[in-house]
């Protein structure tokens, strides 16, 4: 039985500039801050960052691994604080993602909460996902 | 300049239809590095109830941006600055999954306009239903378009 506290099991992602590229793609988002540095640094970022909806599908995947079904998922959202800054080099940048069910409902749902951290900040806040429990 | 808060409450044109495909589904679901199978096996997704593939649950950010970005960034009276445009909070509700197979229109309304300090929250209201009228999604977004440098 899911119960408020219980944890879900952790996710570290590690995003490269070729995951940026692919998911501009994926997604329709061209935005030159998330591929060109020249463009990047030119807006006052520290250079290239991750599109935030990226890392709010990584923090989904956290959520969706799960449930199992992704359809049990009712609601999902996020604000972004802080941006991921991806390096242009292997390594890349290193994504955490821990979550923790806030409250079981009556009405058979839970609410999530999700944590996504980034050089030990949190680049995600108030991220919330609202799932269907089993019956 | 901030934006104008009087056009809080104007609705854009619902877009054209968008159809859903098993391989945008896919080629998505790739990219966030997910291989969860009612993502790419229709077989998966029926034996779950679903008539065909379902999309990742951020999957609906496509037709945002395609659509509900455009009209904001293409209304010349509202006048946004694309270049100090940060996407600053995403929601979305689900009645059931995104599938493949799905023929999709997007509304937009502007729902509220605050200015503070001389940045603009623009918050939006998309609407994602079927070219039938059924409601899929509805997504909630705040734009902020940053005040220029003193």
């Given at each position: 039985m899911t119960a408020a506290g219980d944890e879900l099991p952790p996710l570290d992602v590690r995003v490269r500039r070729a995951d940026l590229v692919r998911y501009a793609g994926a997604s329709l988002d061209f935005n030159p801050i998330h591929w060109n540095d020249e463009v990047a640094e030119s807006v006052g970022l520290p250079g290239v960052i991750a599109h935030g909806m990226l890392t709010m599908a990584l923090a989904g995947?956290?959520?969706t691994n799960w449930t199992g079904d992704p359809s049990a998922v009712l609601e999902y959202s996020a604000r972004f604080i802080r941006p991921?800054?991806?390096p242009n080099d292997e390594d890349g940048a290193q994504v955490e993602l821990t979550g923790k069910v806030k409250e079981v409902r009556e009405d058979g749902t839970a609410r999530v909460d999700i944590t996504a951290k980034f050089d030990g900040k949190a680049v995600l806040g108030k991220a919330v996902?609202?799932?269907r429990l089993p019956a | 300049?901030?934006?104008d808060p009087s056009f809080a409450g104007h609705t854009y044109p619902t877009s054209e239809v968008y159809e859903v495909?098993?391989?945008k589904i896919r080629e998505f679901a790739e990219s966030i590095g997910d291989d969860h199978p009612m993502y790419r096996d229709p077989a998966a997704a029926q034996a779950a109830g679903h008539p065909d593939v379902i999309a990742p649950p951020t999957f609906p950010i496509i037709l945002f941006s395609h659509y509900s970005m455009a009209d904001i960034i293409n209304d010349p009276e509202l006048g946004v600055d694309y270049g100090r445009l940060v996407h600053g909070d995403m929601g979305f509700q689900y009645a059931r999954p995104v599938r493949a197979g799905d023929r999709l229109?997007?509304?937009t309304r502007i729902a509220t306009i605050d200015v503070r300090m001389g940045n603009s929250?623009?918050?939006l209201d998309a609407l994602i239903d079927t070219e039938d009228g059924e409601r899929v999604v509805t997504a909630t977004a705040q734009l902020v378009i940053r005040a220029e440098d003193a």
């Open positions: 995947r956290l959520v991921v800054v991806v996902a609202i799932v | 300049m901030p934006l495909g098993r391989a229109t997007v509304t929250f623009l918050n």
